[in-house]
């Protein structure tokens, strides 16, 4: 490989994670204002998302499926609480184990927040046909990144 090939190999610009990056930033401020009128952060919005899908989850489990560790989603556990979203119960069956539950204000706050994706689609410019194919490509690539991992 030729010095110039290695320098074009290397521009910023050529980067498919910084392309990913960028546009996770992007879409992260996008989403600020329109969570902003639920009282949200988009962690917030994350944890929800799952409980809305699956009542009673334990913090191991919405760690899993949001890919990070449950010591960073605490804190937003802890909030949602506070604000009165959810309950943390111990696990009858295991104490180490905490389930959430969403309170009657976090199953209502669902209906407000429907209209989230359609802003999102709206915004995109794109068919909603197109934005389910590129979902699927880039969970596709998610999947074999996973598979990488040592």
């Known amino acids: 490989m030729t010095r110039q090939?290695?320098?074009?190999?290397?521009?910023?610009?050529?980067?498919?994670?910084?392309?990913?990056?960028?546009?996770?930033?992007?879409?992260?401020?996008?989403?600020?204002?329109?969570?902003?009128?639920?009282?949200l952060t988009y962690p917030q919005y994350l944890v929800l998302l799952t409980l809305w899908q699956e009542d009673g989850l334990s913090a191991g489990a919405i760690s899993r499926q949001l890919m990070t560790d449950t010591g960073s989603l605490t804190p937003v556990f802890?909030?949602?609480?506070?604000?009165?979203?959810?309950?943390?119960?111990r696990s009858r069956q295991d104490e180490r184990v905490v389930e959430l539950f969403l309170t009657e204000r976090g199953r209502a706050l669902q209906l407000q927040a429907r209209e989230?994706?359609?802003?999102?689609?709206?915004?995109?410019?794109?068919?909603?046909?197109?934005?389910?194919?590129?979902?699927?490509?880039?969970?596709?690539?998610?999947?074999?990144?996973?598979?990488?991992?040592p």
């Open 5 to 39: 090939q290695i320098g074009s190999a290397l521009r910023l610009d050529s980067q498919l994670c910084f392309t990913l990056y960028s546009t996770s930033l992007l879409m992260t401020k996008f989403y600020k204002p329109l969570l902003k009128g639920l009282g």
């Open 78 to 89: 802890k909030r949602l609480e506070a604000d009165g979203l959810l309950k943390r119960v």
């Open 116 to 149: 989230i994706p359609d802003c999102v689609t709206m915004a995109s410019g794109q068919p909603l046909e197109e934005l389910d194919e590129l979902k699927a490509r880039l969970e596709t690539l998610r999947s074999r990144l996973q598979e990488a991992m």
